[in-house]
């Protein structure tokens, strides 16, 4: 097996194959890409792009919130299911809405996907039927619209229709004053039904894997968020960023430093630290303060909660 390794590996020289090979890297962008910053402890901080901060909600509306990373594996699902069922424990009215086609929402909040008649899709396309799809879980105050696999045709068919991007926004207008928070779980692609997300939102809550290039992929959200807020919805802003998956390495220190540095006081505390425990319950169908809430993972997810509840509830829950 080695032979035949090193025989397919040779030297651009001795492949004519290699003839035909396509050389567009940048080597000067690379040179310069942040990552290069996270490798140099003695790299300065610097602003990489603007960052807009979100707005207080309007008194008596749930406040709406797109949990997105144009980078995938970052923990957007697990971060959804978790929050959404710490601050519904608490006392807050929640609705979840999936609009990822692959529909783990659902999965990770024990909702069988299959007996599901009305998905995010139908609400975009028909926003009138909002109020139907709402789906009870197993968590008091927490409701769920399943997203599935109809939503990869969506973009397709709203194609040619005016004002599409605003479909989950009227859906939204019928659903925000039955909440106090309504979160949204987004592909990790920027499509038509994530620009419906943003577009419909009062703040985005950003995951990012304390890893090797997890800025790059924020740097290119942070694009959108600007797209967005010239072009359809000029008071989204950022609303918090969340560290996930991390661990006590020299990097992922590093890492989180440069996070802290670029987003300030936007960084919340503490980082989601990498659990097993957290990484199972989905396979339970439930979250992880019914699975194992004394877990790092469970414990982490509660600390990080209650940060979000007074960031987004400064004058507290009142719904006794």
């Known amino acids: 097996m080695g032979e035949e390794l090193n025989d397919s590996f040779s030297s651009e020289k001795d492949n004519p194959i290699d003839d035909h090979l396509i050389h567009d890297v940048s080597f000067v962008e690379v040179e310069h890409s942040l990552s290069s910053d996270i490798a140099n402890t003695d790299a300065k901080p610097r602003r990489l792009f603007d960052i807009p901060h979100s707005l207080p909600t309007e008194q008596g509306l749930a406040r709406i919130v797109t949990v997105t990373n144009q980078k995938g594996g970052v923990g957007k699902t697990t971060s959804v299911i978790n929050i959404a069922t710490h601050l519904a424990m608490r006392g807050a009215r929640v609705l979840v809405i999936d609009c990822d086609a692959q529909g783990n929402c659902a999965s990770g909040l024990g909702i069988d996907k299959s007996k599901t008649k009305i998905t995010t899709k139908d609400v975009i396309l028909t926003p009138s039927i909002s109020i139907q799809a709402r789906h009870a879980t197993a968590v008091e105050g927490l409701?769920?619209?399943?997203?599935d696999h109809n939503l990869v045709g969506v973009e397709e068919l709203l194609s040619a229709q005016l004002g599409r991007e605003r479909r989950l926004t009227e859906a939204l207008a019928i659903l925000r004053p039955h909440y106090?928070?309504?979160?949204?779980?987004?592909?990790?692609?920027?499509?038509?039904?994530?620009?419906?997300?943003?577009?419909?939102s009062d703040g985005v809550l950003i995951p990012v894997q304390t890893e090797y290039l997890a800025l790059e992929g924020v740097a290119l959200l942070m694009g959108t968020i600007q797209e967005v807020r010239r072009l359809l919805n000029n008071s989204l802003g950022v609303d918090a960023v969340i560290m996930t998956m991390h661990s006590p390495t020299l990097l992922n220190t590093q890492v989180a430093g440069h996070l802290r540095e670029t987003f300030g006081d936007l960084v919340l505390e503490p980082p989601?630290?990498?659990?097993?425990?957290?990484?199972e319950s989905p396979s339970q169908g439930v979250p992880i303060q019914f699975h194992a809430p004394q877990s790092h993972g469970g414990q982490d997810y509660s600390l990080l909660s209650s940060e979000l509840e007074a960031l987004w509830f400064p004058g507290g829950l009142n719904n006794e």
């Open 143 to 147: 409701h769920l619209i399943v997203g």
């Open 180 to 200: 106090d928070l309504i979160m949204i779980d987004t592909a990790p692609s920027m499509n038509i039904v994530s620009v419906n997300a943003l577009t419909a």
């Open 272 to 279: 989601i630290r990498r659990n097993i425990r957290l990484a």
